[in-house]
């Protein structure tokens, strides 16, 4: 039910606010601040996601509950869709999105509202192997899993079986 009320209010404030403030600028400033808030967004949000990105690999490599980084990069992502959806409303709640101290507050906020029973990592830890030059190899068996084909008629000479 909250989703559906989102969807019917926040066009309904968007029209209202695009109504007042191009009454108020006029259409080619309110159309300026629109293309420029999407192309500030955008960069923010490849910045702080690229942030995001390395707190969350950090998290992984040490180990850690990897919850908080997840969620920030999901608000980040969110305010990325938020950015280049036109309208002022959205711009205002997407830019929030992208203040860290707005971001902890709204984890919190979640984090009180969802409860996670149980969290475990199923690959033990590893310690470096001074031994191995080259980590982007990768040494691995494998099986071929599609079966040799068959020809169903002779060769025609038009193609090769």
Known sequence: MWLLLAFIAVPLIEIALFIEIGGAIGLVYTLVIVVLTAVLGTWLVRTQ????????EQAFSERRDPTEPLAHG???LFSGALLLTP?????????ALLIPGFRRAAFRWL?????????SSSVPPQE???HRQDESVIDADYVDLDPPRKPTH?????TKH
Do not use: C, E, K, Y
């Open 49 to 56: 996601g690229r942030m995001a990105l390395g707190q969350l």
């Open 74 to 76: 999901a608000m980040i």
């Open 87 to 95: 309208g002022f409303f959205t711009d205002a709640l997407g830019f």
């Open 111 to 119: 984090r009180s509202r969802v409860r996670v029973t149980h969290f």
């Open 128 to 130: 470096p192997n001074p």
């Open 154 to 158: 002779d060769s025609s000479g038009w």
